[in-house]
């Protein structure tokens, strides 16, 4: 248990000091400030209902720092996975890494908007999870790929490894979907 906890902090640690240090390549700071923007607006339509100053503050730190662990995680599980598949990503890097988490937590939050339609319309629960998982699944997979043949071209990723990710990310959505299950009965 204090293993994982002292690998999350060690690579928690080293991500922010990159990324504040200006040594990642422009594409992740890209793509912080679009999660930014997200964390921001979702932030605000949690508590539209009863929006205060206070109660967005307390939310908009909570996302952020929920959105921060769950990049460092997404990070670890790529790293795991680079560890267990054969030449699964090349070069083997923390930048790699890096760009892998930053992406499952982009496919994730996306599947997060879907599930969060689902609840609007009303679609049966089990329907919801199983859409959510499906959703997050296709959506991982073409994120992927296209921000590898557009945006990281220095990165190589074998097909089982994007989709050992990608099934990684949809466990995840639907793991969501099942939380607000219990929250929202």
Request: hydrophobic share 50%.
């Amino acid at each position: 248990m204090f293993s994982i906890i002292r690998e999350v902090l060690k690579t928690g640690i080293k991500l922010l000091t990159e990324l504040f240090s200006g040594e990642l390549p422009g594409y992740l700071y890209t793509c912080c400030i679009g999660l930014a923007l997200y964390i921001l607006i979702y932030s605000y339509w949690e508590k539209r209902a009863q929006f205060t100053a206070g109660s967005y503050l307390k939310n908009l730190l909570i996302e952020t720092a929920s959105h921060l662990i769950a990049w460092i995680v997404a990070m670890l599980i790529a790293k795991f996975f680079a560890g267990i598949i054969d030449q699964g990503v090349a070069p083997m890097e923390d930048r790699t890494y890096y760009t892998a988490g930053m992406l499952m937590v982009i496919a994730y939050d996306l599947s997060v908007v879907l599930s969060l339609i689902t609840r609007k319309l009303n679609i049966k629960r089990d329907a919801g999870e199983i859409s959510s998982f499906l959703f997050g699944l296709g959506l991982a997979y073409v994120i992927f790929l296209l921000a590898g043949e557009y945006w990281f071209a220095e990165l190589t990723m074998s097909q089982p490894y994007l989709i050992t990710l990608s099934i990684a990310t949809a466990i995840f959505a639907a793991l969501f979907k099942i939380s607000q299950r219990e929250e929202f009965g």
